[in-house]
């Protein structure tokens, strides 16, 4: 099994056991401004790749659901509203404190007992096998430490049928775009981490972990290995970010 960003913690070179550390350190740093710095870091882009995404799975009624990296609520509360109150969805994240704002913002929303929220490691789901009709991740799988293991505890915790969802930055095709994309990445966004964040050094790192992130026929190809089949990406905003698909048949 590759798992070959396990030691890599943006351009640190590190054990696996400290990238957890770090990364749950930056989710710990971020948690109160990530929405805030969502819509800066992407100009309000990130709502409209999350709605595309969700009208792609097109989620049904009774659906039983998992939401890895779903800490701040985005993702199962847009399966919320298309699925109904009879979806049952689970937030799962890393991060205790990313979990809280999630949380509350469903509160907020009216949405006291709608979800069950439950910290751990996506490379070690405690969920049994065969036990979800839909897996999503979105924004979350590049700080997965275990990219790979995660991928195949994806694979085993979904039903026969289940379906796998991925949105996530990825790599920009068009040349000038990239070097475009790559100046405001690595000189704008660490900037607005610092004056609305506090926190320079953590958007560096969320900046870097984009490069790092495998390229779109890469992934695809470690989700086949993982054993889902038909699994295909469709990029958005020429490939700035893309979502991956897998089904477990």
Known sequence: MENKESTQF?????????????????????????????????????????????????????????????????IAFRLRKKAGPSADITVFDLNQNMLSVGRDRAIDKGWINDFDWITGDAADLPFPDNHFDLYTIAFGLRNVTRIDTALVEAFRVLKPGGRFYC????????????????????????????????????????????????????LARRLGEAGFKNSTFTNFSAGICAVHYGLKS
């Open 167 to 218: 949105l996530e930055f990825s790599h920009v095709r068009q040349p000038l775009l990239a070097k475009a994309y790559d100046l405001y990445s690595f000189s704008a966004l660490p900037k607005m981490g610092e004056i609305v964040a506090k926190d320079r050094e953590s958007y560096q790192y969320l900046a870097e972990s984009i490069r790092k992130f495998p390229r779109q026929e890469e």
């Open 10 to 74: 943006g351009e640190k070179s590190v054990t696996p056991e400290e990238k957890t550390t770090l990364v749950r350190g930056v989710f710990d740093s971020v948690a109160d401004n990530y929405d805030i710095m969502n819509d800066l870091m992407s100009g309000g882009l990130h709502r409209i790749w999350k709605d595309r995404l969700v009208r792609m799975i097109r989620p049904r009624p009774r659906t039983k659901c998992l939401d890895v990296a779903g800490g701040t609520g985005d």
